[in-house]
Each structure stands twice: as C-alpha cells, then as structure tokens.
C-alpha cells in the first residue's frame, strides 16, 4: 500500500496509538470509532465505507511526528531536547482561589480563564471530570464560570476529536487548545493537512512524563480502602499534603481516601502508554507557551509554582499582557531541564531503533546518540513486559512484583519532601524566641 494511502489501524498494530481521536474527527467517510481495548480508546475502522484516503494516517501523532518539517518553518534549536524559547518564566498566581485549586502554579488556569474575559478568544477546550470509567475528552468552555472545573492533572489519554471537529465546522472561531506534546502534535499536523489558519489558535502545550491507559482507574479501583466504589481519581491536588500533590480517591458513598504520589510512581510504568516509550518531546516544544511544575523552585513552596517556557511571540504578547496577575521572575534553561530531567528522554531514541520506527528529528541528534554507544535492549524488553502486564489491571498481581528497594525508595522520597517544610518551621520558632 502506498506511504500516503495507509490508515490509522497500522498505528495502532505498531503500539503508537495515543487515544487521541483525532483520526475519527477527520475521517471524511465518518467510518472510524474509538473501541476500548487493553486500557486504550483505539480507532476501529469501517472497512466496507473506508476509501483508503490516508488522512487519519497523515494527522496521527502517534505515527511519529516530523520535526524537520516544522523546523523548516522556523528554525532548528540549539538542543533538540529543548525546542526553540524566547525566555523561561517561574510563575505563580496570584488569585487565591485558582492557586489552591490547581495542581502547581494556576498559570493554565489563569491564562485561559484571562483571554475568554477579555473576548480575545471565542472558546477554549478543556476536561472538567475526573471520572475515568469512560473515555475523556475536551469540553468546550465559552466562559469562565466554571473553569476551576478543569483544575489538576489528568495523567490519562484525553481525547481531541471534538475539539478538532469544531475547529474544522469553525474555521473563523479563534480557539485556546491546552494539550501534552502528543495532543499538540496531532493538532498542529490537522492544522496543516487541511490549511487551517494557525493565527486562530492559542496552544497551550504541557510538559509531560507518560501519560498512563484508563486501567490505572481499574487498577486502584481494586485497592484496599476502595473496594470498588471508586468514583473519581485525582492523580494530584494541593489538598492532600500541599505541593506537589498526593492522590485523592473520591468513592461512590462520598468518602474521600488519601494516598501517598508514590502509590502512583510506583506503577507508572505498568499503565504507560507504549507510545510514550517513543516519545521524544516531553517539553512540548511546538505550543505558544509550554507549561510544567517549576521543580528547582517550589521546593520551597507548599503551593507550588510553573515553568513557563515562552515560545512564539503570542505566547509573549499574552505573558506581557497578563504580568498583573502573576508573581514571576526569569529562570535560566538549565533549571527547567535539571529539574524535568530531560536527559533521561534520550534513551527513547534507543526505543524507537528497536522498536525498528522511523524518527524524522534532525540527523545531528540521531549521530550524536550513536556516539554514546549505549545499549537499551533489556530496559526495553523489561518496560513492554510490564505495560503488557498493566493491560490486565491486576492490582494484586502488580503490586506483588514491585521490588521491595524500589517501595523504599518511593517512601524515602514522600519523606524527603517534608523536610524542607520542617527546617523553614525550626527557623521560624528560632526567630520567635
């Protein structure tokens, strides 16, 4: 079959499938729908209405996205692993109410919240639920009203189609899109396919480490203190311990149960998405702003901060108009890839040779990873053993085979978090007396 006639479904036979639903809000024959299996909202095509036309492929962002392309349009940075920035923000609201709601510094929250005040932006697509038993997507918010609804993180696939749709069906609307790099990706690569105005849209892009598949609802619907009431889950929120944020399982009879993040780091790699082994732009380098937890600053900061990376003049032009809201100050790079550790990306070049796919990244990134020499073969192997043994969502099963070093480890670090709080409390009584 030709390059340009391939479908959506030799994605998903290759692992690269990001639930994004993207393919069936293109789909000129409306042939495709999005089918639960192993965790994932995978599209499943209509053979008899399919003509083959090959756009579902084209605007995939899981069938590996083409970074040469976009720096021909702009130009290629300094590091890859990086992306092109005008400055890096340490930022955090100053309205109380988003502040204690979001999962660091609010500046998502705040900017959105912002640009439909102000009339600037017909509409923004967000999630507002926390209930992960069926597939998420983005809802789209005309006003602010609601919008501390779309507050924390959602470490989940988030589907895109509608949004993507209504963009298509409006083509004179401007729209805000808050998205992870695969999201952006998928966005961008429509934007492209069917000569979209890019003017029209503000991009939000997320820093991300892993997004996981809707098993990890099952999984912790099976913990102990849940029993399968579970109603909602919260990856992470202020609530519970302050910053950077503990579990909170909300149940079906209205209680609520606490859990430490390490119960969730834990089984991250069981629930991953194997896409995320190929993923090669956790900064998200190609929104308007791209946005994550400021780690190298809010250690010190029960309410946490963001790192805001500026990335196009609009995204400029909307931090210079907005510098009343916020308590920010400029940070250098290294910072932001200190604290996100960027260098542990790299190995996923090493996945994506064994995973034998194709990498359109510039060539001097690929010969500069041939140099280390490095060999990732048995960490691959290990981590598709364990996302196949996460598509079982058995909680028993999994917890049995976490090595017991690596759950002290995990409790050393929910310790470690407390002690900067505990030195700032000792030299707080030492002043007063």
């Given amino acids: 079959m030709e390059a340009n006639k391939k479908t959506v479904s030799e994605v998903v036979e290759t692992g690269q499938c990001v639930s994004c639903g993207l393919c069936a809000s293109v789909c000129p024959r409306a042939c495709i729908e999005l089918h639960r299996k192993n965790g994932m909202y995978q599209p499943c095509i209509d053979e008899k209405k399919c003509i ?7 605007v995939c962002p899981g069938n590996q996205f083409d970074y040469n392309r976009e720096y021909a349009c702009s130009s290629e940075p300094d590091n890859f692993w990086v992306g092109n920035y005008i400055k890096i923000l340490s930022m955090q609201t100053q309205n109380r ?6 999962t660091s510094g609010g500046v998502v929250t705040q900017i959105v919240k912002n640009l439909l005040d102000s009339g600037e932006y017909d509409c923004a697509f967000l999630v507002n639920t926390h209930d992960f038993k069926q597939q998420v997507r983005t809802k789209k918010f005309e006003k602010s009203d609601d919008i501390l609804q779309s507050t924390k993180s959602r470490y989940i696939p988030v589907a895109q189609n509608e949004a993507m749709a209504y963009a298509l069906k409006h083509r004179e609307k401007k729209i805000i899109f808050v998205g992870t790099g695969c999201s952006v990706h998928g966005i961008l690569n429509v934007i492209r396919e069917f000569s979209l105005n890019r003017d ?3 991009i939000i892009g997320l820093f991300c480490d892993r997004t996981m598949h809707y098993g990890i609802f099952d999984f912790f619907n099976q913990h102990p203190k849940c029993n399968g009431k579970l109603s909602e889950l919260v990856f992470r929120t202020k609530e519970s311990g302050g910053w950077p944020g503990n579990m909170r399982l909300n149940l079906c009879n209205g209680q609520v149960v606490d859990l430490k993040a390490s119960e969730r780091m834990l089984v991250k790699e069981y629930f991953q998405l194997e ?13 308007d702003l791209s946005i994550g937890d400021d780690y190298a600053i809010s250690k010190n900061d029960k309410y946490g901060r963001s790192a805001v990376m500026i990335r196009s003049d609009k995204g400029e032009s909307v931090i210079d108009s907005m510098k009343g809201c916020f308590h920010s100050y400029v940070i250098p790079e290294e910072s932001v890839v200190k604290g996100q550790k ?12 064994h995973k034998k796919l194709n990498a359109a990244i510039p060539q001097k990134v690929i010969e500069a990873f041939a140099e280390q020499k490095k060999d990732f073969g048995t960490e691959y192997q290990s981590r598709i053993s364990k996302i196949k043994m996460g598509e079982q969502c058995s909680y028993k099963n999994i917890i049995s085979k976490i090595p017991f070093r690596k759950k002290v480890r995990c409790w050393v670090m929910d310790t470690m978090r407390f002690i900067p709080i505990f030195w700032q409390l000792k030299y707080f009584i030492r002043k007063i007396k």
Avoid at 275 to 287: E, G, I, P, V
């Fill in 52 to 58: 083959q036309c090959g756009i579902c492929n084209r």
């Fill in 97 to 102: 109410e988003i502040l204690m709601s979001a």
């Fill in 200 to 202: 029209h849209y503000f």
């Fill in 275 to 287: 896409r995320c082994l190929y993923c090669l732009d956790k900064l998200n380098q190609f929104a």
């Fill in 342 to 353: 960027i260098h542990l990306r790299e190995k996923n070049l090493a996945f994506i040779k």
